[in-house]
């Protein structure tokens, strides 16, 4: 985590929007901060605002993981 994460509450994966509760890696919920709605947790982890985000935020971490494969493969 970065030097002030314990400061920072939950946000959003996808488009980095501060939400209302505590940090993922803590547990609990997190609402949106306009809807009062419980955010959803994205499939990887972490907490979204809106489908739109889903999206976003499962196609960058789909995205690493398949960079970290194909340089994983030119070690050996």
Same mark, same amino acid.
């Given at each position: 985590?970065? !030097? %002030?994460? *314990? /400061? +920072? #509450?939950?946000?959003?994966? $996808?488009?980095?929007?501060?939400? /209302? $509760?505590?940090?993922?890696?803590? $547990? #609990? %919920? ?5 809807? &009062?709605? =419980? ?5 990887? $982890? #972490?907490? =979204?605002?809106?489908? &739109?985000?889903? @999206? =976003?935020?499962?196609?960058? @971490? *789909?995205?690493?993981?398949? /960079?970290?494969? +194909?340089?994983? +493969?030119? !070690?050996?």
């Amino acid at each position: 985590m970065t !030097d %002030n994460a *314990e /400061e +920072r #509450g939950a946000e959003c994966r $996808g488009c980095g929007m501060a939400l /209302e $509760g505590t940090p993922y890696y803590k $547990g #609990g %919920n997190a609402r949106h901060p306009k809807t &009062g709605n =419980v955010c959803a947790v994205n499939f990887y $982890g #972490g907490y =979204v605002c809106s489908d &739109g985000c889903d @999206q =976003v935020s499962t196609r960058r @971490q *789909e995205r690493s993981i398949d /960079e970290h494969v +194909r340089s994983s +493969r030119h !070690d050996r």
